[in-house]
C-alpha cells in the first residue's frame, strides 16, 4: 500500500445492508471504491453497537483493498490481536477511548496493522501532535460518532486545516468520517484531507442489484473535487 495523497473514497458498510455485506463490499469496489471504511462500535464508548472481530473476519475475503477498521470502542487493546487476526489492514483508536494512546497505537504497529488514530468533534487537534510519529493516519470525526446519516460540522475544517500543517512532509493520511457527500468532500479535501468515508450519501438508493447507483454516488463526490 504505497503513500499518496490522492483522494480515495472510503465507503462505511455500517449504511450497507448488513444481510448481504459481502456482495455490498464487491459491489462498492466494483464500482471504484478505493478503501472500504468498517465502524465497529460497542454501546459504551458511542450509544450504538455494531459488529467486531468475527464480522471483520467474516468479509475480509470479499475486500480485495485496503481494509480500514474504525475502532468507536474502550478500551481498545484487548481487541487489538483480534483485529488483525480478522485481517485489518488499519486500525484506528480514539485518543479520547484511554489513557495510554501512545501505547496502543504501539500495540497497533506491533500486530501487523498500520495504526490510525481518531479525535472527536470536541476533542482539540493538539491531542494528538505527540503520536504522529507512530501513525499512519489520523480521523477526524465531522459528526459525533455512534450514527450514520448526521450533519456535518464545519468546525471540523479548521481542524483539518492544522493538522495539515502539523504533518508536513511526513507520509500521513487524513481521513474525514461524517456527513461526506459532494457537497461537504470538496471542503474538506480543500482543508487538506485526502480520504473521505462516506455511507449514507454513497448507498442512498442503490443496491447489490443496483451496483451502478453506487458508482453515480461516487461519481458525484469526486466530480466534486474537480
Not at 56 to 76: E, F, G, N, Q, S
Amino acid at each position: 500500500m504505497p503513500f499518496d495523497r490522492s483522494p480515495k473514497i472510503a465507503p462505511s458498510i455500517l449504511s450497507a445492508d448488513f444481510a448481504d455485506f459481502g456482495r455490498e463490499c464487491r459491489a462498492v469496489q466494483e464500482q471504484g471504491a478505493d478503501w472500504i471504511h468498517v465502524d465497529v462500535m460497542d454501546g459504551h464508548f458511542v450509544p450504538n453497537l455494531t459488529f467486531g472481530p468475527a464480522m471483520a473476519k467474516a468479509i475480509r475475503p470479499h475486500v480485495k483493498t485496503v481494509m480500514d477498521v474504525h475502532l468507536m470502542i474502550a478500551p481498545v487493546d484487548p481487541y487489538i490481536d483480534a483485529f488483525a487476526e480478522a485481517g485489518a489492514d488499519i486500525l484506528t483508536a480514539h485518543v479520547e477511548a484511554g489513557p495510554h494512546i501512545h501505547r496502543t497505537l504501539q500495540a497497533i504497529r506491533a500486530a501487523g496493522m498500520r495504526p490510525g488514530v481518531a479525535i472527536n468533534p470536541g476533542t482539540p487537534v493538539e491531542a494528538v501532535e505527540g503520536v504522529l510519529d507512530l501513525v499512519d493516519l489520523v480521523l477526524v470525526m465531522t459528526v459525533n460518532p455512534g450514527f450514520g446519516g448526521q450533519k456535518f460540522i464545519s468546525s471540523a475544517l479548521s481542524k483539518v486545516r492544522r493538522l495539515r500543517e502539523m504533518i508536513g512532509a511526513q507520509e500521513i493520511h487524513i481521513e474525514v468520517d461524517g456527513g461526506i457527500d459532494a457537497t461537504t468532500a470538496p471542503l474538506a479535501r480543500d482543508a487538506g484531507a485526502d480520504v473521505f468515508v462516506a455511507g449514507s450519501a454513497l448507498f442512498k438508493g442503490g443496491s447489490v442489484d443496483r451496483p451502478e447507483v453506487y458508482g453515480a454516488n461516487m461519481k458525484a463526490i469526486r466530480d466534486s473535487w474537480a
